[in-house]
Structures are given as structure tokens and as C-alpha cells.
């Protein structure tokens, strides 16, 4: 099993950049794709971004290409989320997840969750 957390949310005005880490244990961190999903107040958790196991492979969501990047240490057991020019649609909490294997744009296919990190981007 692996166990995800995830750190650097916080409160950001719009425009500003933010870049949240999450951090991977228990397990052999490159045998895992590994995703972020976000969760806004009142509405479904929604895919966000992804990235295979050896990090050459990304997948994005609409909403964020372009302004979100998605990479991976695997010396460092740590997936990033760079976000930039952040809009108050961005609001959420933030989650680190991880499939072992292929990764995947499907959060029914990841097994492991982080606790979450909010981001707030105020207008």
C-alpha cells in the first residue's frame, strides 16, 4: 500500500501561482500513475491532471491546460501541481491520488487518496 500527503494549499489571490506537493510512502513510489483530483464546495470531485509512472506521460483537464503542470520526482517519492494564473473557479480541495500501474483519467480507477489540501483564490 501507499500512503499520499498532500501539502501547499492555501489562499491566493486570482492571477497568482500556487504549487502543491504530495508526498508518497509505504510503497515503490515508480510502480504508481499518479493523479490530483479537486472537490469544489457543493459539486462532484473532478479529475485534474495525471502522469505515468516514469513522469513522459500527462494527461489534463480542459479547464486547467495551460496554466497547470503536473511532474513528478521519483527520487524524492513527490508528485507536483504547479498552478498559475488561478481563477476563483479554481477553489477546492485538492487531492493526491495514486493507481499502481498505468495511470489513468478515471478517479474510480486510482486505489490510494491523500487527505486533501484546500486552495482558495479570492477574486
Known amino acids: 500500500q501507499v500512503q499520499l500527503v498532500e501539502s501547499g494549499g492555501g489562499l491566493v489571490q486570482a492571477g497568482g501561482s500556487l504549487r502543491l506537493s504530495c508526498a508518497a510512502s509505504g510503497s515503490t513510489f515508480t510502480n504508481y500513475g499518479m493523479g490530483w483530483f479537486r472537490q469544489a464546495p457543493g459539486k462532484e470531485r473532478e479529475f485534474v491532471t495525471s502522469?505515468?509512472?516514469?513522469?513522459?506521460?500527462?494527461n489534463y483537464a480542459d479547464s486547467v491546460k495551460g496554466r497547470f503542470t503536473i511532474s513528478r520526482d521519483n527520487a524524492k517519492n513527490t508528485v507536483y501541481l504547479q498552478m498559475s494564473s488561478l481563477k476563483p473557479e479554481d477553489t477546492a480541495v485538492y487531492y493526491c491520488a495514486a493507481r499502481r500501474g498505468l495511470t489513468s483519467i478515471f478517479q474510480s480507477a486510482f486505489n490510494y487518496w491523500g487527505q486533501g489540501t484546500q486552495v482558495t483564490v479570492s477574486s
Open positions: 502522469i505515468s509512472r516514469s513522469g513522459g506521460s500527462t
